[in-house]
């Protein structure tokens, strides 16, 4: 300001300057019976008078818009209190009551920072009074260890032995900036911005069951509390209860909140929960779980890769895979097999992943591979069969009347499905993903019917949903109401199970096609503490 506003700046110094000796005499006379109190009581203190900086006073000048002689708390008085470390807190306290005994304090306007330092160490006791003549005057109240350490920073700790909360703060202080320079995939310009944002940001304090404080960034969730326990704790969180209240991982912590961590060892870290943190600790422990979780799975992803590209034509080989994972846009193979292990990765997005949606430089790598129909099976396509939901292509000796459904599967209507025909049982429709159906193909190829719903079936098929939700009242009957009331659902048997704080459930129903199903399955996802929603495979679940 003294460059960017000279004029002003030089004009607010010159009357501090011309008022210097009002304010003297002014600070005496208030301070004459705080003196007598605190001598009275035998304490070795000193008393400074701590004038504002011009900043600060043009900024309140601006805000209440007000002239420079309306602004009265152009200064501070700050008490310091030579007393041992055993009775600091309790020492401040009463020099807070001999100061309000002579002042009304303004009850808004107390901050203990003793009780709760902040993260960088300061501690101290601010009140604001009303002087003689009205005028609100700010004392702050503080040891000389206090003192030392809000001048000169945490270097000034070491210097009083057996402090071990104040030990503990810089450690945990060290403990942050470990933890933002130990994430392996940071850079450096990423660095900086948390950094700036340990020292920049607001704070909010909470507390465990047990009363341990706990400082973290405004706008922490549990998730943050959870790994700032323990990255166990984080890794298998569920929830928590806050204040007594059920909540859940992404819930927003608030000043003051007491939260009991809830966990279940069924749980692991996701991918969202990067979106739902605020601290580098969560971030750095949820990438690192998430890493492992990846490796855990890499070979069952793998199995389950080979089987989907298998649908398209495709063998996939060490050769090449590495062509495969650049037009899937996957930076490694492990990430390629955890979307494969966990169902994100499909038929349809290996075909938009090929060049003008066909095979062309998968037939250039696998010649042997053949082009597949719109209904994603091999060969011409099955003739419509009016009036009739499932159509399938003429095929010698085989009743295409007698059909049923595969009950390791579960197809319903906008599945992909392929009919086998076994003696006196008629025809077997599995879904084109079933891996008995790919393992059936791959040793009895000649029994294979080419098949596909009918686009105008109206009828209704037996599916079923598994729900995963943190524990709470009234989720069946949300879940219920979207089922009757939004989609218009008929339900057969539902079936749900609390423990351990998680809620886990089966409803089995009848729906018309994948894309009802897919769309209920969308809104129960949405409903605030569901966890997971997704379709179980066959008749095997249904039935359980």
């Known amino acids: 300001m003294k460059y960017t506003e000279p004029d002003v700046y030089n004009e607010i110094s010159r009357k501090l300057e011309e008022s210097e000796q009002v304010r003297s005499g002014f600070a005496n006379k208030f301070l004459y019976p705080i003196r007598k109190s605190l001598s009275g009581k035998g304490y070795s203190y000193r008393i400074l008078i701590r004038n504002k900086s ?9 805000k209440k818009n007000i002239p420079f002689d309306e602004v009265y708390d152009v200064f501070a008085i700050r008490i310091i209190v030579d007393v041992p470390l055993a009775i600091e807190r309790t020492s401040c306290w009463e020099i ?21 330092p902040k993260a960088n160490g300061y501690q101290s006791l601010h009140t604001t009074v009303m002087s003689q003549t009205g005028k609100w005057v700010e004392v702050q109240i503080r040891t000389e260890r206090m003192d030392e350490i809000a001048e000169k920073g945490y270097a000034a ?25 130990s994430k392996a995939d940071g850079d450096a310009l990423n ?12 704070e909010i304090f909470v507390f465990t069951p047990q009363g341990e404080l706990r400082i973290l960034p405004a706008e922490s969730t549990v998730l943050d509390f959870a790994y700032a326990i323990h990255s166990e704790v984080g890794n298998s969180c569920i929830g928590a209860n806050i204040n007594h209240q059920l909540k859940p991982r992404y819930y927003v912590l608030n000043n003051g909140d007491q939260i009991e961590v809830l966990t279940s060892k069924k749980q692991e870290p996701a991918e969202e929960w990067l979106n739902h943190i605020k601290t580098a600790r969560a971030r750095t422990k949820i990438r690192d779980a998430i890493r492992e979780i990846k490796k855990k799975h890499a ?16 063998q996939i080989n060490d050769e090449n895979l590495p062509m495969l994972q650049s037009a899937l846009g996957y930076n490694s193979a492990v990430d390629l097999f955890y979307d494969a292990y966990t169902n994100k990765l499909t038929v349809a997005d290996l075909k938009r992943a090929l060049p003008g949606g066909g095979l062309s430089w998968l037939r250039w790598i696998n010649p042997f591979s053949r082009p597949r129909t719109e209904i994603g099976t091999l060969g011409k396509n099955v003739p419509l069969q009016p009036n009739a939901p499932m159509q399938f292509a003429p095929m010698a000796n085989a009743d295409l009347s007698q059909y049923s459904v595969a009950t390791c599967c579960n197809p319903i209507p906008g599945d992909d499905v392929m009919g086998f025909a076994i003696v006196d049982n008629g025809i077997i429709i599995h879904r084109s993903s079933c891996p008995e159906a790919i393992e059936l193909m791959s040793k009895y190829g000649e029994s294979v019917i080419k098949a596909r719903w009918s686009d105008n079936a109206r009828l209704t098929f037996l599916s079923g949903i598994s729900v995963s939700s943190l524990d709470k009242k009234g989720l069946l009957f949300e879940i219920s109401r979207i089922i009757f009331d939004e989609m218009d659902i008929n339900i057969k048997s539902i079936n749900f199970v609390s423990d351990s704080g998680v809620t886990n459930g089966q409803i089995i129903l009848y729906v018309t096609n994948t894309a009802q199903l897919a769309s209920l399955i969308s809104k129960i996802k949405k409903l605030d503490g569901v966890q997971k929603a997704y379709r179980l495979g066959g008749y095997a679940n249904l039935d359980s």
Do not use: C
């Open 299 to 314: 070979e069952e992803g793998r199995e389950l890769l080979l089987s989907i590209a298998a649908q398209t034509g495709f």
């Open 54 to 62: 011009v900043y600060s006073i043009w900024l309140k000048m601006q």
């Open 191 to 202: 660095f900086i911005d948390e950094f700036q944002g340990y020292l920049f940001t607001r």
């Open 157 to 181: 700790h070491y210097k009083y032995k057996g402090s071990y909360n104040d030990e503990r703060n810089i450690d945990n202080w060290l403990d942050r900036i470990r933890d933002m320079l």
């Open 96 to 116: 807070y009551a001999l100061v309000t005994d002579h002042y009304r304090p303004k009850p808004d306007r107390l901050r203990d920072w003793i009780s709760i």
